[in-house]
Antibody, heavy 123, light 107 residues
């Protein structure tokens, strides 16, 4: 059974930093691209970033480009999202999500989701 | 970016009803369209990929169709557990984008 468990969320001041983690199990982690998707309170879903199976390639939403860094450690089956220069508009539940395959010529979709971790940016 | 527009934004229906939700892309996306279900306080759940293919374990009461710019999700014989918010999502090109959601409520 695929399991994705996020951690690292919390309250941070504007301009601060936070690192989210996502521990994966139940599948061959190193074979699949992975993503982060967020959801602001009461709002819809917004894709944040994706990473290839090897970690060599990443994509970012314009809203986080230059501030967030997505990485993975395939030896630990773990994802990391380093979030710097946080803004109030980054407040959201952050979900890690498994993609059904590695990077391909198209874009990302998601077949399994974690339970999410809440990030609140406020003074 | 490709914009995804769902209609209606909310929908009231009764147990046993059949409902259809529409999703329109601002440009052609072939069949690179997924549907998700989300219940309050829970993570989204994948229902359909490639416009019409059910994810493993998803009951056949859910069906999807469409290609190009216009897509539909149909849910037959509504049960209490089906009342949730549904999102479409295109994965034809980056950035992947979601519709605004359709909240399905009990009448």
């Amino acid at each position: 059974e695929v399991q994705l468990v996020e951690s690292g969320g919390g309250l941070v001041q504007p301009g601060g930093s936070l690192r989210l983690s996502c521990a994966a199990s139940g599948f061959t982690f190193s074979n699949y691209a992975m993503s982060w998707v967020r959801q602001a309170p009461g709002e819809g879903l917004e894709w944040v970033s994706s990473i290839s199976s090897s970690g060599d390639s990443t994509h970012y939403a314009d809203s986080v480009k230059g501030r967030f860094t997505f990485s993975r450690d395939n030896s630990k089956n773990t994802l990391y999202l380093q979030m710097n220069s946080l803004r109030a508009e980054d407040t959201a539940v952050y979900y890690c999500a498994k993609e059904p395959y590695d990077f391909w010529s198209g874009s990302s979709t998601f077949d399994h989701w974690g339970q999410g971790t809440l990030v609140t940016v406020s003074s | 970016d490709i914009q995804m527009t769902q209609s209606p934004s909310s929908l009231s229906a009764s147990v046993g009803d059949r409902v259809t939700i529409t999703c329109r892309a601002s440009q052609g996306i072939s069949n690179y369209l997924a549907w998700f279900q989300q219940k309050p306080g829970k993570a989204p759940k994948s229902l359909i990929y490639a416009a019409s293919n059910l994810q493993r374990g998803v009951p056949s009461k859910f069906s999807g169709s469409g290609s190009g710019t216009d897509f539909t999700l149909t849910i037959s014989s509504l049960q209490p557990e089906d009342f949730a918010t549904y999102y479409c999502q295109q994965y034809n090109s980056y950035p992947p984008t979601f519709g605004q959601g359709t909240k399905l409520e009990i009448k």
